[in-house]
């Protein structure tokens, strides 16, 4: 029984040494441009879905989902989720999903986060849709908006940016 054991033992070792081997032998599938520019189209078609609602009114913490009034972090939640992409509720929330980027790499599609208050409390999220721009909400009176980021509230009081796509 103890040999018997010992070639059970030594069949299985061999075998998982082979499909190992064999696994390493494998030439990687490389998907980089096609991935870059899948990116690219997403943030375009997000970007493209946040713009249709443009004018719409501002409203702190509006119910997810609906289209009548958003806050800034229901409205990327909303557009986000159009395209397919699931996002938490709040800015704060939202601000630890995907890979940290810093503020000069950002790339249309990333999220931009900001403490607007300066009371180290991340509480304003906004789409960067590239050339220096934001797509976001933030002021009853002004509603979704796109703004210069540059030398704004946004950049000045800048705490995190986020690349989920």
Same mark, same amino acid.
């Given at each position: ?96 999903? $995907? @890979?940290? *980027? +810093? ?6 599609? %990333?999220?931009? &986060? ?28 002004? $509603? @979704?908006? *796109? +703004? ?6 946004? %950049?000045?009081? &800048? ?7």
């Amino acid at each position: 029984m103890k040999a018997t054991f010992s070639k059970k033992l030594l069949a299985l070792a061999l075998g998982v040494s082979l499909a190992f081997t064999g696994a390493l032998t494998l030439t990687p599938h490389t998907t980089h441009a096609a991935s870059s520019s899948s990116t690219t189209a997403l943030a375009n078609k997000i970007e493209a879905t946040g713009k249709k609602y443009l004018g719409v009114p501002y409203k702190f913490g509006a119910k997810s989902g609906i289209t009548s009034a958003f806050d800034c972090s229901s409205f990327i939640q909303y557009i986000f989720k159009k395209n397919g992409i699931s996002l938490p509720r709040s800015s704060q929330q939202q601000s630890k999903v $995907g @890979v940290r *980027v +810093s503020k000069s790499a950002l790339k249309p599609g %990333d999220l931009v &986060f900001s403490d607007t208050n300066g009371d180290g409390v991340i509480n304003h999220v906004s789409l960067y849709i590239g050339d220096g721009k934001l797509l976001h909400t933030y002021r009853v009176g002004i $509603g @979704v908006t *796109v +703004s210069t980021f540059k030398g704004s509230t946004w %950049d000045n009081r &800048f705490v995190t940016a986020r690349r989920v796509l």
